[in-house]
Structures are given as structure tokens and as C-alpha cells.
């Protein structure tokens, strides 16, 4: 593939300028989109998550022509979020971006203001020193009585409920909050699980779910202690599933209905051993 001739700032500014444009059109109550005009942010929260997700797919895959869509799909959404808050007057797409602006300029004085930084270490040192004091300077009043916890919810808020669960587990590990080896962190996976089961045997929805979250917490700490990746262990998971599942759909013709789960499981277990064998070759 060709390399791009670099984009200049002239011809940047033109194409974002028309996807507000567009934005604009299709938030306008005259002739705009029905779908669109019926957004709000808050509908628009799984949207958001799901092209985040989205974007780092494309990054893991090296998939350039996806990311550079994705990436696209992701930016509609800011210029939309902005669109929306403009409509009602609290802010627009420049306050957002002079808005960050500033704050990167104001996060990074060895660049702009002439301070010393090292290396990564040091500037990752110095952007979480010049963080607090941002909040410390915005906050009124006695100093908080969980301090720790008030940190974690605050840094978990944008993450994936799995990536905010390892956050969480290694933050409250690091402070003292820690089992004396794995074996209790195992007792703890058991625990849940049978609690897990007492809600369900309940009926208990609400409760079922709270208790499922409790598993899959306890799991996390289990992926903690061995250093293993929960994110990408899931990841895989879902692809070797998928890998698996279009080899049992193939066989069939595409046509799952009616068939015994034993034929299925049997396809399934002729499906895993065709991906070891050809992964051993």
C-alpha cells in the first residue's frame, strides 16, 4: 500500500469541520434523522464503550484500514456528545478541545515550560503529582476520610468493569488489603460460588447478580496473584470460541436447528482438535 501524502492542518480542520457539519444536519429537527434527534448522552453511553472497544480491536489486529474507520466511528461520537450539550447551551466541541489542550500543555512543563524530565518514569511522576494538586486545589472542606477509595473510583470510573476489577484489586493489595497466599484466595472463589448458587436457587435476580459479580471478582485476584491478564484471557477465549463455533456451523451447512446437542459437542470436540492440529503444523 501506498504511504499517505501527510495530511496538513488546513485539510484536518476542512474534514472536521464537515463532520460537524453533518453532525449538525442530522441533529437539525428540520429534515435531520429521527434516530439521531432522539439521542441523548445517556443513550448514547453504550455506543461510546462499544467503538472504544472497537478502536483497540483494530489496534491489536494491526488492522489499519479498520482503525482508521473505527477511529472515525469514535470521533463521531465526541462530536456528537458535543453537538448534543451545544443544543442545550453547557458547552461545545472548542470548549472540549481547549479544554484538553490546556490541560496537556499544563501537565507537561518539561515541554512547554521548560522543567526537567529524565524519562517516562519521571514524566508519569510528574503528571499524577500535578493531578493531585489540580484536585486538591478543587476541593473544599477536611480531607477525605477514604482517601484511597476515593482515588480508585475515580480512576476506574472510564475502564471496563473487568480492567476497573484489577485496578481495584491491585490498588487495595498494595495498601495491605491482601490474603496471606493463593489458598485463601481460592477459598474465596469457592465461597462465592456457592453463594452464587444459594441466589440462584432463590430466584433472586438482583441477588443472583450481585453474587455473580462477587465470582468474577474473586476471579480477577485469582489472574492477580499468577500475573495473568483477565482481559486477554477473556479475549482469547471469545475468539477460540468463535474459531470453534464457524467450524461447527460449516459442517452443518449453517443450519444448527434441530440438531442434538451430542452431534454438536462431537462437531465441536472434531472442531478443536482440527485448530490444534493445524497450530502444531
Not at 476506574?156 to 473487568?162: E, F, H, K, N, S
Request: aromatic share 4%; charged share 25%; proline share 4%.
Amino acid at each position: 500500500m501506498a504511504t499517505p501524502a501527510p495530511t496538513t492542518s488546513a485539510e484536518a480542520l476542512d474534514a472536521l469541520s464537515e463532520l460537524i457539519a453533518v453532525v449538525a444536519q442530522l441533529r437539525n429537527p428540520q429534515g435531520g434523522c429521527p434516530w439521531d434527534l432522539e439521542q441523548t448522552h445517556q443513550s448514547l453511553v453504550p455506543y461510546v464503550l462499544e467503538e472504544a472497544h472497537e478502536v483497540a480491536d483494530a489496534i491489536r489486529h494491526g488492522d489499519d484500514v479498520h482503525l482508521a474507520e473505527e477511529l472515525g466511528d469514535l470521533l463521531l461520537q465526541v462530536v456528537l456528545h458535543a453537538r448534543i450539550a451545544e443544543e442545550d447551551g453547557r458547552f461545545d466541541l472548542t470548549q472540549i478541545a481547549a479544554g484538553i489542550s490546556e490541560k496537556l500543555v499544563r501537565r507537561h512543563p518539561h515541554v512547554f515550560a521548560g522543567a526537567e524530565a529524565a524519562d517516562s518514569a519521571a514524566v508519569k511522576a510528574s503528571w499524577e503529582a500535578i493531578k493531585a494538586a489540580e484536585k486538591a486545589a478543587g476541593q473544599d472542606g477536611a480531607p477525605s476520610a477514604s482517601p484511597l477509595s476515593d482515588r480508585l473510583a475515580g480512576k476506574v470510573r472510564g475502564q471496563p468493569a473487568l480492567a476497573g476489577a484489577m485496578t481495584i484489586s491491585k490498588k487495595a493489595a498494595a495498601a495491605g488489603f491482601e490474603w496471606d497466599d493463593i489458598t485463601g484466595v481460592w477459598d474465596k472463589v469457592h465461597e462465592e460460588l456457592d453463594e452464587l448458587k444459594e441466589a440462584l436457587a432463590s430466584g433472586d435476580k438482583v441477588h443472583a447478580q450481585e453474587e455473580l459479580g462477587d465470582v468474577l471478582f474473586t476471579l480477577v485476584n485469582v489472574a492477580r496473584w499468577c500475573g495473568i491478564d483477565p482481559e486477554a484471557g477473556l479475549d482469547g477465549t471469545n475468539r477460540r470460541f468463535l474459531d470453534r463455533f464457524s467450524r461447527v456451523e460449516a459442517a452443518l451447512g449453517g443450519d444448527l436447528q434441530g440438531r442434538s446437542i451430542g452431534e454438536l459437542e462431537d462437531l465441536w470436540r472434531q472442531a478443536k482438535a482440527a485448530i490444534r492440529a493445524e497450530a502444531a503444523n
